[in-house]
């Protein structure tokens, strides 16, 4: 099952990067997108819902030009968890500064869908909450 659950995620990036959205099919409609492990976030910790998790990526993205996500590494954790290291990279609007940004994602998967996902401002602190180390 865990393998499945990779290409699950492999999916939903592909698509994501394709679309611009979340794959439904394979996305539960009370998905929570959980931003408490991302340091220094200032805005909301926890966005429950699809379309919660939607309006936190439009308001992700939208101080971006030519803003685009990369899936460096994805790794099986367990029956249940994938983490996927992602580069981010892009220009800001507002100072034509360009942003490149790694962090982790931790994907939890139940029955084919994913259920949640956690975000990590470090990689590594994300491979150490796993037990995967750097």
Known sequence: MSQQNVELVKRAFEHFQAKGDFM???????FVWDMSMFHGWPEQQVYEGLDE????????????????????????????RVLAIVRQHGRS??????????FGQLFT????????????????????????EE
């Open 24 to 30: 439904e099919e394979i996305t539960r409609p009370d």
């Open 93 to 102: 609007r507002s100072s034509g500064l360009l942003v490149d940004m790694v």
């Open 53 to 80: 998790a939607r309006r936190f990526m439009r308001e992700w993205t939208e101080p971006f030009d030519d803003w685009d996500l990369e899936l460096e590494a994805i790794h099986d954790v367990d029956d249940e």
């Open 109 to 132: 998967i139940r029955v084919g869908q994913q259920t949640r996902m956690e975000m990590y401002s470090d990689p590594a602190e994300a491979l150490r909450v796993v037990g995967l």
